[in-house]
Each structure stands twice: as structure tokens, then as C-alpha cells.
């Protein structure tokens, strides 16, 4: 069904869900930057901007750009979420020392 579709359509659609992806992908970005400057937690929205350019992209003629969705932080964050999760985990636990003092 796709496959009929004229290319400028294709273009059309792929350029608008970039360009909201791009808003996302900038509002997150933004997002990380006042954080940073205020020292304050400022929530971005990840994998949305990624998810929409991923999507224009895929639908486009030229497929490859869709690897312009590792542009979103948030893909990034995975891993080393997953990482930090693991040595959270597996790090060994201290142990309480009752050293305290009774009447």
C-alpha cells in the first residue's frame, strides 16, 4: 500500500514527523541544559523525539536516516542506566557495626 504512494508524499510525511520529532528531540536537549545551568531537575521527554524521527525516517525513501534517532539522549541513557543498575546491585553491601554505647 505504501509502495504506491508518490515520492513527494512520502517526503511530506517523513519531514513532518521529523520536524515534531526535532521539537522533542530539542525540547529534551533544552530540558538537560537548564537542569544543568539552574542545578535543578528539569524532566525532558525522551524517546519521543527519537520515536518520531525514527518513524518519518523509516517511511521516507531513503531509510538511513532513521539513524538520525540516535540523536535522543534518551536511547543513550539505556545502557548506562542498565549499567549503574547492576553495579547498584551486585556492589557489596556494607555491614551495620553495632558499636554503640548503652547506659
Wanted: glycine fraction near 6%.
Amino acid at each position: 500500500m505504501w509502495s504506491n504512494v508518490p515520492d513527494s508524499t512520502k517526503w511530506a510525511v517523513a519531514i513532518i514527523l521529523a520536524l515534531i520529532g526535532a521539537f522533542f528531540l530539542f525540547m529534551t536537549y533544552g530540558s538537560m541544559i537548564v537542569s544543568k545551568r539552574k542545578n535543578t531537575h528539569i524532566s525532558g521527554v525522551p524517546f519521543v523525539g527519537g520515536f518520531f524521527i525514527l518513524a518519518g525516517f523509516l517511511l521516507s525513501p531513503v531509510k538511513w536516516l532513521a539513524l538520525l534517532a540516535l540523536l535522543d539522549p534518551g536511547i543513550w541513557m539505556i545502557p548506562f542506566a542498565i549499567r549503574e543498575n547492576h553495579k547498584a546491585r551486585t556492589a557489596p553491601k556494607e555491614e551495620k557495626s553495632d558499636n554503640t554505647l548503652e547506659d
